[in-house]
């Protein structure tokens, strides 16, 4: 039998509790030109509380300050990354950044879009378990004055979804690619030469998804005035080329005709008011 005095004198021995690796999240941003944006997008990720992160830039061959403006920043935060080159547009360049990514997630968070707050990440981290494979949250749109505007939300056509679904995309882009957040390992390479890569690479995700997570709160600050809004009749072409593919020509031209009707009935109840 053992006595007290001898058990409490015994050397205590290190744990042998293996703990799973911490989540690391992969952010790409794609800059082009875009030294007076960039600076903000950097500095969003930068004062992120979480510290597992991997910061890959893709810049492709800007004329201005950009590369220089990486280059000194990199000396700031460790785990960065960057390559300038031509490329052959956003979801070229994207594509680049995914290539030599090595993270558990990946986010691509444009130059000039932000992460929401300082704590994103570490909220994001607690809900993922081993079955997660998408975290999606709730976009605020700022103007070209970083003033808050509204979120995707309460300003477009589309309510992000309690849970999402990839049939419910029949509907529209439902969430921005920016506050779409996917595993890496069943992220696809985004198809080219269509303004609405981001839609199908979406879609395509989640329907490989075993689980899909609400994050419950804003992630993205989204700057206004996108390619899509800036060429806006090739954007409507393009999805529905995205539409067709993935839900067949008759449920695309169906869904279509509910969208234009959606946008009038949305220009009427927000006349006089700000809209996406």
Not at 187 to 202: G, K, Q, R, S, V
Request: charged content about 25%.
């Amino acid at each position: 039998m053992y006595r007290l005095d001898h058990i409490l004198s015994l050397p205590i021995m290190p744990s042998t509790v293996h703990r799973p690796p911490s989540t690391v999240f992969t952010i790409i941003t794609v800059v082009y030109n875009g030294e007076a944006d960039l600076p903000g997008t950097m500095e969003s990720v930068r004062r992120q509380t979480y510290p597992h992160i991997e910061y890959i830039f893709v810049d492709g061959a800007s004329k201005d300050n950009s590369l220089k403006i990486i280059q000194e920043f990199a000396k700031t935060m460790p785990n960065v990354h960057w390559i300038s080159e031509p490329d052959k547009g956003l979801y070229d360049a994207m594509n680049k950044g995914m290539r030599i990514a090595t993270g558990d997630f990946v986010w691509c968070l444009n130059c000039g879009d932000h992460i929401h707050a300082p704590d994103v990440l570490e909220k994001m981290a607690t809900l993922i378990t081993p079955q997660t494979d998408v975290l999606y949250g709730e976009t605020m749109l700022v103007d070209a004055n970083r003033r808050p505007v509204g979120t995707m939300s309460e300003l477009s056509t589309r309510k992000l979804p309690e849970r999402l679904h990839w049939r419910d995309f029949l509907g529209g882009m439902l969430v921005v690619h920016q506050a779409f957040i996917p595993r890496l390992s069943i992220a696809p390479p985004l198809i080219e030469n269509n303004l609405c890569a981001d839609y199908d690479w979406c879609i395509k995700i989640l329907k490989k998804s075993r689980e899909t997570v609400n994050t419950g709160f804003i992630t993205t600050d989204y700057l206004m005035g996108g390619i899509s809004k800036q060429r806006h009749r090739q954007s409507l072409r393009d999805r529905f080329k995205v539409m067709r593919t993935h839900f067949g020509l008759m449920r695309a031209v169906l869904a279509h005709g509910w969208i234009v009707v959606r946008a009038v009935m949305h220009r009427v109840r927000r006349r006089g008011k700000a809209r996406y």
